[in-house]
């Protein structure tokens, strides 16, 4: 068996490449700088702009670079999604955590649902927020623009995956104590 058979947890130094390019405390700054002076209306464009670009280009690097960073685990992901022909919701779960734990480490978060119709997951704790709140202040940060930046890595995944699946929020940390996104496969 390769030494790469027996590694059961993806390299440290992936997770931190990944974090090093896309931080939350850097966005947090760059969308700080473009609202200053802003009305709400603007605040808000900028806002889906800012952390739509961040989630598509985060979740394009993991399309990108995964492969290279396998593990046992995600070994096995793929080998079953060969074998079966279904790769949601496993193969985008993965890449969702990569996303999650390489750039949010300190969030508090869970799966709510992985089922072969529907994948979500809900964030109690959420270091995109808290940086947010340091960087513009708890009123613009509850109007949750980085909503934006999780929706666009999900969706952004099932597109580079070409799964025809859908996102929506379906919670607001401000409002029900957790954001939850939701992931939906569209039967034909």
């Known amino acids: 068996m390769s030494s790469k058979g027996l590694k059961y947890f993806i390299d ?7 974090d090093d390019e896309f931080g939350v405390k850097k966005i ?3 969308f700080a700088n473009a609202v200053k002076g802003k009305s709400e209306k603007e605040i808000e464009e900028i806002g889906k702009q800012i952390f739509d670009e961040y989630g598509k280009s985060l979740a394009k690097r993991i399309l990108e670079t995964e492969a290279d960073n396998r593990d046992r685990t995600a070994e096995q992901i793929y080998e079953v999604a060969k074998k079966t022909g279904h790769i949601f ?6 890449m969702i955590e990569i996303g999650i734990l390489a750039t949010r480490v300190e969030d508090k978060w869970r799966w709510g649902e992985i089922s072969f119709k529907r994948l979500s997951y809900a964030v109690s704790k959420c270091t995109m927020n808290q940086a947010l ?6 009123k613009i940060a509850n109007t949750l623009p980085c909503r934006h930046y999780c929706t666009a890595l999900s969706e952004t995944i099932y597109q580079g995956l070409n799964l ?6 379906v919670a607001e940390l401000p409002k029900d104590k957790k954001c939850q996104f939701d992931g939906f496969f569209h039967f034909h």
């Open 89 to 94: 919701p496993n193969v985008p779960q993965r």
């Open 28 to 30: 947090a700054e760059k």
């Open 164 to 169: 025809d699946v859908g996102v929506r929020m």
């Open 133 to 138: 709140i340091e960087a513009v202040g708890e």
């Open 12 to 18: 440290e130094t992936y997770f931190q490449s990944l």
